[in-house]
């Protein structure tokens, strides 16, 4: 009897479990295949995304040490005149030489210094180039040969020379004459302290000299000592008073003894001392 009954609540506990299975099972049973008709699409498979291979890092490299240039040697030019570059006087452009087949490097242009003269006449290496002669002023100060002048300045200097007294003042020379002062040539081999301001300074065979309102000078232990105008000096300013010279069918220019060329240098109106004519 016992035995029974507990058979009899083994299957009845047996029967309630599925009772309250089904629906359960018929729900999952739903999800997976759709939902009743049978032969629903497959669920789709989980996604797991593929594993992202970065590229390895690039590692930079120490650029090579630039190549050392070389150095070319610098071609030697034969030079002239003690190898001087002339400023004032002789610096010039000359054309290539149509022997010479190397080519030309840079655009660089030779400039040689070169002194010409001939016995019997003159010719210089700079081209004649006539141009009208417009005299120069150099300031108040100045004045030109012959000049009078009734009283000088309170700081002229006076000094004597060759037994002969004389005044400058700013590159003018004077002599007393008349109650008053007249302007002469600088004597030759006088010194001055000082010269003024702009003058030039003309390059002859590597010598440099000083140039003012008609004068030549050089540079002595005593200061600037007059000379006579050096041959081939190239000056740029001629002061009041130079005179026209005609010989052979070319121009000069003549101031105080002195005779000058009309040239063109480095696009310049320019004037080089010479020889005069004949000598």
Not at 150 to 164: E, K
Not at 171 to 197: H, K, M, R, T, W
Request: overall charge negative.
């Amino acid at each position: 009897m016992q035995t029974s009954f507990k058979y009899s609540l083994i299957i009845l506990a047996a029967a309630l479990a599925l009772v309250l299975a089904g629906p359960q099972q018929g729900m999952a049973q739903r999800f997976n295949h759709g939902g009743g008709g049978g032969g629903g699409r497959p669920a789709a498979p989980a996604y797991h995304p593929a594993p992202v291979s970065r590229p390895a890092p690039t590692v930079r490299s120490a650029p090579a040490p630039a190549r050392p240039v070389e150095a070319r040697p610098v071609e030697e030019h034969p030079t002239i005149n003690g190898g001087s570059r002339n400023i004032g006087s002789h610096d010039f452009s000359r054309p290539a030489d149509v022997h010479n087949t190397a080519p030309v490097r840079n655009n660089v242009t030779v400039r040689n210094n070169v002194n010409v003269y001939h016995t019997g006449g003159y010719r210089g290496i700079h081209p004649y180039y006539y141009h009208p002669y417009r005299p120069y002023y150099w300031g108040p100060h100045w004045h030109p040969l012959g000049f009078f002048l009734s009283a000088l300045a309170s700081d002229a200097i006076l000094f004597n020379f060759n037994n002969q007294q004389y005044w400058y003042d700013d590159g003018c020379f004077y002599l007393p004459q008349n109650g008053g002062y007249d302007v002469v040539a600088a004597p030759i081999g006088a010194d001055v302290a000082s010269l003024p301001s702009g003058y030039e300074t003309p390059v002859v065979d590597g010598v440099t000299y000083y140039y003012f309102a008609g004068v030549f000078y050089a540079l002595t232990g005593q200061g600037y000592q007059v000379i006579a105008a050096p041959p081939g000096a190239v000056i740029y300013q001629l002061p009041d008073g130079a005179a026209d010279q005609q010989v052979g069918g070319q121009d000069f220019l003549v101031y105080n003894n002195t005779w000058y060329e009309p040239i063109s240098q480095d696009g310049q109106d320019a004037y080089e001392v010479v020889p005069p004519p004949g000598q």
